[in-house]
């Protein structure tokens, strides 16, 4: 049978051990909950649809003003949050500490261009 003091240095136990549980899910919960990571993936998943369905010599031009409006207020270049990995057929999205690789399936050679003035995002699909 267990004596009192046990009893309530197993009950400090469990609530520090909860405790610590409980914040560490809300900062992981809280990182990654950032709607701009959500828009941008989403915008990835949209451009590897867009290639999946296009033809060779196809340039496609999107609407990126919410893109480029994330990518001021986060003070990175657009360059540098989405790119194209063509060898391995996927579009690569760096936001922060957060890597995103959405595959898509056709094998074109795609380039990718950003239009700082007119805020499009330019897509040159190619033939490999």
Not at 63 to 85: A, H, M, Q, W, Y
Request: net charge neutral; proline share 2%.
């Amino acid at each position: 049978m267990k004596k009192r003091g046990e009893i309530v240095w197993d009950n400090i136990v469990f609530l520090i051990l909860t405790l610590i549980f409980v914040s560490s899910l809300y900062l992981v919960i809280s990182k990654n909950s950032d709607r701009d990571f959500f828009y941008l993936k989403s915008f990835s998943k949209e451009i590897a649809l867009l290639i999946d369905n296009a033809y060779p010599n196809e340039t496609i031009v999107l609407d990126g003003r919410t893109f480029f409006d994330i990518s001021d207020k986060k003070n990175i270049l657009p360059e540098n949050i989405l790119k194209v990995d063509n060898d391995k057929n996927e579009i690569v999205l760096v936001f922060g500490e957060v890597n995103s690789k959405i595959p898509f399936f056709t094998n074109y050679n795609v380039s990718l261009y950003f239009n700082n003035v007119r805020k499009e995002v330019i897509l040159k699909i190619n033939e490999k």
